[in-house]
């Protein structure tokens, strides 16, 4: 009763207050991309280890992976990625900076921090990091929309970084993969919208795990992909239930994308067996533009999504401002959730059209130099130093930031072309 004699004496009711929330538009505003500068010919693994190449290439559709240097980990690569987008009055309005990760440089301070600071975003801003395994970059989504709608004026940075790494001659190396994907949030967003409607699932399961002790990861292959799919179609079921939507309310679908071919699974697993022919080739279509990018970089966990996103984006001519993209995000261990974005008019505009020259200007590597390269070990002296500061890779990278030398135990990044 009381809150609504206050309501009154604002001359509000509940209506306004509801139509006033429903106007608040919150979601995708900019979008950016860095990988590393160096790449491994799937083909080449193949024949390394002594694998039929139609394994990797038609098995998993995979035909390259991204290769990161010692110089490079979640922090320069997550950096670069948000400096290609970011401008002096974005850095201003940013209030918080998240991070989604599972290859953390640091088990109590977050890369969020770091990347704070060589991004020179203004002081007073919460910096954190969340770790699900593959899905932490989707909870920071939420984080973020949830923050926007109490403060209107706020942007949030969104990035979602990892490097993929297995160990040689492992079940999941041909599964590989390092970059970063930056995502501004803010209200009435450039690019997308993130709606309200979604469905999340936890199961206690060991599909995928990484303990302390272990410089690789464990992973029961064909249990996780059983488990990504019926996670994805018990989800899904129970959105459309919840909100009385079906297949007729979107008009493409993203996946994480560990591999694309369990993208394309994935797919064909929630399109109706009595779907119109023409209606299932148009979303085929448009999901094999969603993986031109991840074919080219592996597995990058927590940015796979949403490098799928910005594929479909930049390389679909079938999509326009309205349409509603479903989205499914999986974390082993396991977290999924299934949610959508819409499009907002002239959200190509606010997107490249030229990409795909990144990936030409990138220097392929042979099977030894990426065995050197991608398992090197930082190395510490007795006081805990290290110095990259003679390394080529420094000289050769293509992004705005690279881990420069440890000192004292400490991380220093250093900015390129200062």
């Known amino acids: 009763m009381i809150l609504s004699k206050n309501i009154k004496k604002k001359g509000l009711n509940f209506m306004k207050i509801k139509e006033i929330k429903e106007k608040i538009k919150i979601g995708i505003d900019k979008i950016g991309f860095a990988m590393p500068k160096y790449f491994l010919d799937i083909r080449d693994l193949a024949l390394g280890r002594n694998e039929n190449e139609n394994k990797f290439v038609k098995g998993l559709m995979q035909s390259e992976m991204s290769i990161s240097t010692v110089t490079e980990d979640i922090v320069s690569l997550g950096a670069s990625a948000a400096a290609q987008i970011l401008d002096e009055e974005d850095k201003k309005n940013i209030d918080m900076v998240i991070v989604g990760t599972e290859s953390g440089v640091d088990q109590s301070k977050a890369s969020a921090v770091f990347i704070h600071h060589l991004l020179n975003i203004q002081p007073f801003a919460r910096c954190i990091e ?146 119109e022919k023409e209606i299932k080739n148009d979303f085929l279509e448009k999901f094999h533009t969603s993986i031109i990018y991840g074919k080219r970089v592996g597995n990058i966990y927590t ?66 130099e990426y065995e050197n390269m991608f398992f090197e070990k930082i190395v510490l002296d007795e006081e805990g130093n290290c110095d990259f500061s003679n390394n080529k890779f420094i000289q050769e990278s293509d992004n705005s930031f690279v881990l420069a030398k440890i000192e004292n135990h400490k991380r220093v990044y250093k900015k390129l072309n200062e």
Not at 315 to 337: F, P, Q, R, T
């Open 130 to 275: 969340i770790k699900e395994a593959c899905y932490g970059a989707t909870a920071a989504l939420s984080f973020a929309k949830n923050y926007i709608e109490k403060n209107n004026d706020a942007s949030v940075l969104v990035i979602a970084s990892d490097i993929a790494r297995y160990g040689i001659d492992t079940p999941g190396e041909s599964t590989q993969g390092a970059g970063s994907v930056a995502m501004l949030i803010k209200k009435d967003p450039a690019i997308a919208v993130i709606n309200d409607e979604n469905v999340c699932q936890t199961r206690d399961i060991m599909d995928f795990w990484r303990p302390n002790y272990s410089d690789f990861p464990y992973v029961d292959g064909h249990f996780s992909t059983k488990q990504y799919l019926d996670c994805l179609t018990t989800t899904f079921e129970e959105y459309k239930k919840r909100y009385s939507q079906s297949l007729d309310d979107f008009d493409a679908f993203c996946f994480h994308l560990p591999f694309p071919k369990l993208g394309l699974k994935a797919i064909n697993s929630i399109l109706e067996k009595n779907i």
């Open 303 to 368: 940015g796979s999504l949403y490098l799928s996103l910005l594929s479909l984006l930049e390389n679909c001519v079938n999509l326009n401002g309205g349409d509603k993209i479903g989205m499914y995000s999986y974390g082993s261990g396991a977290v999924c959730e299934f949610f959508n974005l819409t499009l907002a008019e002239g959200f190509k505009n606010h997107l490249r059209c030229d990409r795909l020259n990144d990936f030409e200007n990138r220097k392929q590597l042979s099977m030894e």
